[in-house]
């Protein structure tokens, strides 16, 4: 049987498939150098597969968008663990190598229908679903750096390693660092952007994956909403605008991971303008529309003391219920001996806190991320500060029947 086929693939492996497909009796309707490229001509040529090579240049969320509404199957082809990552990160975990013969292709094809089809019968099972459902996570701790933005990172690189779409989303309004812990730019603050659009009713998936960042890797990828560059830009991001673009993540992606500001003061209050902006709404507002939130400390003396006074001010902002509490830079030289008991008694005895997930310091892991502007599963895959992310995320953040597990379709058209 004759396949209409179309190509988004580097040049020397798409002069070799091509032939291949043609020798064995099928059509190439289309060779494209880009997945805007491709996407463009899906209506024009309609063609039953499109075989793409999994890479940022020829495989977008918007091409695949674009062929699950044409009924385009798409098999990605890999030629590195950074490519397989990607394709994973856009919800495709069928795929083939790149260098693969045209037989071993053919054989994934063959399966490839089935794949998809149950897929979309399962996603559209009930009328009456309202469609894709994400959860924001947000990341909050008190004043003195106990680490929030490091720990918003690395949640968001491990929820993403684990096959999940997420945004990584900076709503700090005093000192937005998100970006250049990443090495982006952030002279067009992303956050600040989709509040604005919000606020006029113009935010959607398209516009987000306009102003948002990529961040991308071999073991996690992730769009980055960066913060603002100037403190005096605060005003943008109001309640209201807040709520409304964490919503719009929702919709887009499966985990929306916002770093949050450290004051809970509820300053309308100390304000003669009842209607004036707030300048902690944003952090608050995140906190009360997050499904989970994660209350960073810093395991120290000190730290200890701001964290259980600020921890109060938490509990009357969100539902207890809903706070993992983390205490970050764990180390006996600063809290003696035993320093994971004496936490967990400090925390119990002033705090009744239980079951606290305790994080290390690793100085030379957190640097070599820092500097090289990268996750820390990137930039220091053994360090135990990972290894404790990593763990938080799989036991307290995933539910138990979704670890590992592969996004639907629906997820990557939601």
Known sequence: MTVRIALALPLEAEDRLSAEAVRHGHEIVARCSTAHELASRIDATTPDVAIVAATERHLTLSLISICDEAGVRILPLVGSAMDRRHASSLGLFESAELDADWPTLERELAVLPARVTAEVETSAEPESDTGHTG?????????????????AINVAAELAAAGHSVALADVDTYSGSIAPALGMLDEAPGFAAACRLAGADGLTRTELERIGQRYGSGRSSFWVLTGIGRPSRWPELSAQRVASTLQQCREWVDYTVV????????DEEISSDLFAPRRNAASITALREADRVIAVGAADPVGLSRFLRAHVDLIETVAEGRVIVAMN????????????????QTLSRFGGIESAAMIPYDAAGLDAAILSGRTLGDAAPKSQVRVAIRDLVTSRLLPAGMRGRARTLRAVRA
């Open 329 to 344: 830079k764990l180390r006996a030289s600063a809290i003696g001996l035993n320093p994971v008991g004496q936490v967990a």
């Open 135 to 151: 959860t924001v996570i947000a990341v909050w701790g008190p004043a003195g750096a106990p680490g929030r933005t490091t720990i």
């Open 259 to 266: 770093d949050t500001g450290f004051s809970l003061e509820h």
